[in-house]
Structures are given as C-alpha cells and as structure tokens.
C-alpha cells in the first residue's frame, strides 16, 4: 500500500518561499512509470496542478507557475519537495501530493493535504 504524506509549515508571509515534502512509502519514487505531483485547491476553487518530478528526475510545471516553482527530489529519502517563491495570499490553498501513472494525470494515489495560508 503506497502512501504519501505532506509535511511543512502551515503559514507562510508574503514574498516568502512555501516550501513542502511529501514522504513516500509502499514504494519507491525511481520506479517507472510514476511521476510525483503537487496539485492544489485555493479556497472555494478547484484542483490546479502545479507539477511533477518524474521517475528519471525529469520535471514539468503549469505554465502559470513555472516561473515561482522547483520540484526536486531525494532518492535517499524517498521524498519530493515543492518550492514556490514570492508569495502571495492567492497562495493560500490546500496542497496535495499525489501519484501519477504515466503523467497523464490520473492520480491513484493521494496524500490527505496540507493547509499552507499566506499572510503577514
């Protein structure tokens, strides 16, 4: 059984870095063909995808995004790790980890989310 855990500070000030780990078990985040999603959901919307680290390393961002986000990995660890720079309380949001086979966004493992608010 896989499961993911988010894990990093719930509150975050404006222009600051958010930055969250998800922890892996049941499995390791090198096998193929698995890519490591940050997906969130602001208050009152829905889900937007953020991001993946792929298997082999590889990452890919919402273009929206890209510009405020790094996605990296420790394999030692079997962890994944989401930063995102410069933020604003738009930021605020649930923030899920979750498993994808294949990167196309099918998503058969989650992690339960984690409430990051953006505020002085």
């Known amino acids: 059984q896989v499961q993911l855990q988010e894990s990093g500070p719930g509150l975050v000030k404006p222009s600051q870095t958010l930055s969250l780990t998800c922890t892996v078990s049941?499995?390791?985040?090198?096998?193929?063909?698995?890519?490591w999603t940050w997906i969130r959901q602001p208050p009152g919307k829905g889900l937007e995808w953020i991001g993946y680290?792929?298997?082999?390393?590889?990452?890919l961002y919402s273009p929206s995004l890209k510009s405020r986000t790094s996605i990296s990995r420790d394999t030692s660890k079997n962890q994944f790790t989401l930063q995102l720079s410069s933020v604003t309380p738009e930021d605020t949001a649930v923030y899920y980890c979750?498993?994808?086979?294949?990167?196309?966004?099918?998503?058969?493992?989650w992690g339960q989310g984690t409430q990051v608010t953006v505020s002085s």
């Open positions: 049941g499995g390791s985040i090198t096998t193929t063909y698995y890519f």
């Open positions: 680290i792929g298997y082999e390393g590889s990452t």
């Open positions: 979750a498993r994808d086979l294949n990167g196309v966004a099918v998503y058969d493992y």
